[in-house]
């Protein structure tokens, strides 16, 4: 019997729930932490980028306006579909991390604990961040919160899943729709999460995920007008400052880059949720 | 041929004659154009001639609100932007005409007094045109009493396709009178009339009635205007003034969302008809949120920065 040919994958972008090629036909080579040739990934270009800030803006009022308890109910469905793709995402780890299959499966582990946490959150961030203020007139005042919109996120280059997961899950728990940079060095389990999220009822376009370089896509969408976040968790200093300038004209909400290395195993707060939330205070009067 | 003003006249003596005549053109090659079209949509503009392109793209635009819910005050929120489509930029240049219902043409011609942009208006039963010629032709002079330049008509698609072409000839002759001097466009509704064979005798059918444009939708069919329809109406008028010796311009409407879209019926134009045509007088885009487009992309050009619809008015 003749040898079985080899079925490979091809790793394409995520953008509106489709997966394309990139629009400019590019890819690059994608090695693991040994050096070793794993894959050819897509190289997004900005136009990729524009695509998915369109579908992005395209998918954010239905995304917003689905009930907290229904987003809650699909990031738990994501949990469970990660948790189903364990092994693969096990084998990712080991190759792009170059940590033992134990190690791994810990990160892998916590990744899914990450997005049951955060989809627990879903229908009590307005408790903790939501008010009733006590006014000096006749009025009930009462602050609620509301999503911020389209949030870029350049997801860091360590952690290629958790350190992925842990920062699209506080992104579009509270209602925003994203366009994620995946990690440069290690794109590929960003590849797999955009199927598991595929396969997890979550709307087309709420999360969209471009492969390639930061350093080039990153500036398109800082300066984009109709992107109302960027978070510069996974730029670089020099990149950080560039694209906080682009962002600044048309007043975008950032999260700067950390200062210090960031353990993603540790407890994550709510602070990366409360980042890309817009407060809304309603004056209601009281009688008549 | 006769060398009449009317080399035509002959063909319309009756409904056998102009059948005999739009039955004997040459029938359109589906694939051919379909491929055609697809392949001209792929040609790349960019840099200077893109921004030429969208400027060409906004002076031709016909800005469009023909809902059941347009108001005075949406009309003249219209008005004003078809004279500073953004008035952020005094580059940008007016539209082409704004395009109304009748009973709202008042409105807009006052609202675009001494502007230059020019006052089209739906007549004849829009969009179905299914009323008597009494009432179409009163629909006209309504719109024309009212200050319209360009009236915009829908042809009887029942009676073209139960192949009554003379019906159809002579509701268009007959309001191409009341229209005096206004601008007659023909609206065929080619959504409807089901083959590219239809669409080329359509079109041939109105020039020789009299129109002076021709355009593809009311927007009110789905499909509306498609790139291979606008390629077999652009060969109609090119044929036509070869052999009729009048220029007739050509109108797609509906469905042209982006600056994209635009750019590629532009190269259509100029692949097939010829650069005469690319002119606001002879060629235009019946659109709303078009615009809008080519202002995001005017301003990406200008800025270097992605454009987003919020700095854009809602329509």
């Known amino acids: 019997m003749s040898e079985r040919l080899a079925v490979r994958k091809t790793y394409k972008l995520f953008i509106g729930g489709a997966f394309p090629r990139s629009e400019s036909g590019r890819s690059y080579v994608v090695n693991s932490s040994k050096g070793e040739f794993l894959a050819n990934a897509s190289k997004a270009s900005r136009k990729d980028a524009r695509d998915a800030v369109t579908a992005a803006r395209k998918a954010f009022p239905g995304w917003s306006a689905a009930t907290a308890y229904n987003r809650g109910q699909i990031l738990y469905r994501v949990a469970e579909m990660l948790e189903g793709r364990r092994a693969q995402f096990v084998a990712e780890l080991v190759d792009a991390d170059g940590v033992g299959v134990r190690k791994a499966g810990e990160l892998v582990d916590a990744a899914v604990d990450r997005l049951v946490w955060y989809a627990g959150w879903s229908d009590k961030i307005g408790a903790i961040r939501g008010s009733a203020n006590p006014v000096a007139g006749p009025y009930f005042n009462l602050s609620s919160t509301e999503p911020t919109g389209v949030v870029a996120v350049v997801a860091p280059g360590e952690g290629p899943l958790l350190g992925l997961i842990s920062v699209i899950a506080p992104v579009i728990v509270t209602g925003n729709t994203c366009v994620v940079v995946a990690s440069e060095r290690a794109p590929l389990p960003s590849v797999t999460l955009a199927e598991v999220l595929a396969t997890s009822d979550l709307p087309g376009g709420v999360v969209n995920i471009l492969t390639g370089s930061a350093a080039e896509i990153a500036p398109w969408l800082a300066g984009h007008m109709d992107v109302n976040a960027i978070d510069l968790t996974g730029a670089g200093a020099e990149l950080a400052v560039t694209c906080e300038e682009l962002a600044a004209e048309n007043l975008k909400r950032v999260l700067r880059p950390p200062t210090a290395k960031i353990d993603w195993l540790a407890d994550p707060g709510t602070d990366r949720m409360t980042a890309f939330l817009e407060t809304k205070t309603v004056w209601h009067p009281i009688g008549t | 041929m006769s060398t009449t003003t009317t080399p035509f006249a002959e063909v319309a003596a009756s409904t056998s004659t102009l059948r005999a005549?739009?039955?004997?053109?040459?029938?359109?090659?589906?694939?051919?154009?379909?491929?055609?079209?697809?392949?001209?949509?792929?040609?790349?503009?960019?840099?200077?001639?893109?921004?030429?392109?969208?400027?060409?793209?906004?002076?031709?635009?016909?800005?469009?609100?023909?809902?059941?819910?347009?108001?005075?005050?949406?009309?003249?929120?219209?008005?004003?932007?078809?004279?500073?489509?953004?008035?952020?930029?005094?580059?940008?240049?007016?539209?082409?005409?704004?395009?109304?219902?009748?009973?709202?043409?008042?409105?807009?011609?006052?609202?675009?007094?001494?502007?230059?942009?020019?006052?089209?208006?739906?007549?004849?039963?829009?969009?179905?045109?299914?009323?008597?010629?009494?009432?179409?032709?009163?629909?006209?002079?309504?719109?024309?009493?009212?200050?319209?330049?360009?009236?915009?008509?829908?042809?009887?698609?029942?009676?073209?396709?139960?192949?009554?072409?003379?019906?159809?000839?002579?509701?268009?002759?007959?309001?191409?009178?009341?229209?005096?001097?206004?601008?007659?466009?023909?609206?065929?509704?080619?959504?409807?009339?089901?083959?590219?064979?239809?669409?080329?005798?359509?079109?041939?059918?109105?020039?020789?009635?009299?129109?002076?444009?021709?355009?593809?939708?009311?927007?009110?069919?789905?499909?509306?205007?498609?790139?291979?329809?606008?390629?077999?109406?652009?060969?109609?008028?090119?044929?036509?003034?070869?052999?009729?010796?009048?220029?007739?311009?050509?109108?797609?409407?509906?469905?042209?969302?982006?600056?994209?879209?635009?750019?590629?019926?532009?190269?259509?134009?100029?692949?097939?008809?010829?650069?005469?045509?690319?002119?606001?007088?002879?060629?235009?885009?019946?659109?709303?949120?078009?615009?809008?487009?080519?202002?995001?992309?005017?301003?990406?050009?200008?800025?270097?920065?992605?454009?987003?619809?919020?700095?854009?008015?809602?329509?």
């Open chain 2, 21 to 315: 005549f739009l039955h004997g053109l040459p029938g359109v090659d589906r694939v051919g154009a379909d491929a055609r079209a697809a392949m001209l949509g792929t040609r790349s503009i960019k840099t200077t001639a893109k921004r030429q392109a969208i400027d060409l793209a906004i002076r031709m635009v016909d800005l469009t609100t023909l809902e059941g819910a347009d108001t005075v005050g949406k009309v003249r929120a219209m008005c004003a932007k078809a004279i500073h489509p953004d008035p952020t930029d005094p580059s940008v240049p007016a539209v082409a005409a704004v395009c109304v219902y009748p009973d709202l043409v008042a409105t807009a011609v006052q609202a675009l007094k001494g502007s230059g942009v020019k006052v089209a208006s739906v007549a004849t039963a829009f969009p179905s045109g299914r009323s008597s010629l009494e009432v179409k032709v009163a629909d006209t002079e309504l719109a024309v009493a009212a200050g319209a330049s360009e009236i915009d008509m829908v042809i009887d698609r029942g009676a073209f396709l139960s192949g009554d072409y003379l019906t159809v000839y002579e509701q268009i002759a007959a309001v191409k009178g009341a229209c005096g001097s206004a601008h007659l466009k023909v609206i065929l509704e080619t959504g409807e009339l089901a083959t590219y064979d239809n669409v080329r005798r359509a079109s041939w059918l109105a020039m020789i009635a009299g129109a002076d444009f021709i355009k593809t939708s009311t927007g009110k069919v789905s499909p509306a205007a498609t790139l291979p329809v606008t390629l077999v109406m652009l060969e109609a008028v090119r044929d036509f003034l070869r052999t009729a010796g009048r220029k007739v311009g050509v109108k797609p409407a509906g469905g042209i969302r982006t600056t994209k879209d635009a750019i590629k019926y532009l190269v259509l134009v100029n692949e097939t008809a010829g650069p005469d045509w690319l002119d606001p007088d002879w060629f235009r885009l019946g659109a709303s949120s078009l615009l809008n487009d080519l202002l995001m992309q005017r301003q990406k050009m200008a800025s270097g920065r992605y454009a987003g619809p919020d700095y854009f008015t809602l329509d």
